[in-house]
């Protein structure tokens, strides 16, 4: 079992920053991939980014450029800086974990992004 806790999530108006942590307790296997996902009010949820245990970063299009995905392997926690916020940002951030060994996955409770003037 894994248990993954988000934090940072906070009401930020337009343009400006915010750091997303995720930390990951349990049997953490070394190969892995952790990832964030979002949804928005009314949305689905929605790949944003992703980052192996190798550090092999992937984005979402709508987020390539604003934000940065990296991790602290030693810590057992992924970050996610988002930079250059709009109100399309704005969502519930959840980070997702899984293993290479069995292949199961694991979600977070999520954390609010609220991106208004």
């Known amino acids: 079992q894994v248990q993954l806790v988000e934090s940072g999530g906070d009401l930020v108006q337009p343009e400006g920053s915010l750091r997303l942590s995720c930390v990951a307790s349990g049997t953490i296997f070394s190969r892995n991939v952790m990832r964030w996902y979002r949804q928005g009010p009314g949305k689905q949820r929605d790949f944003v980014a992703s980052?192996?245990?190798?550090?092999?970063?992937n984005y979402a299009d709508s987020v390539k450029g604003r934000f940065t995905i990296s991790r602290d392997n030693a810590m057992n926690t992924v970050y996610l800086q988002m930079n250059s916020l709009k109100p399309e940002d704005t969502a519930v951030y959840y980070c997702n974990y899984q293993d290479f060994v069995s292949g199961m996955n694991y979600w977070g409770k999520g954390t609010l992004v609220t991106v208004s003037l």
């Open positions: 980052i192996i245990s190798g550090g092999v970063t």
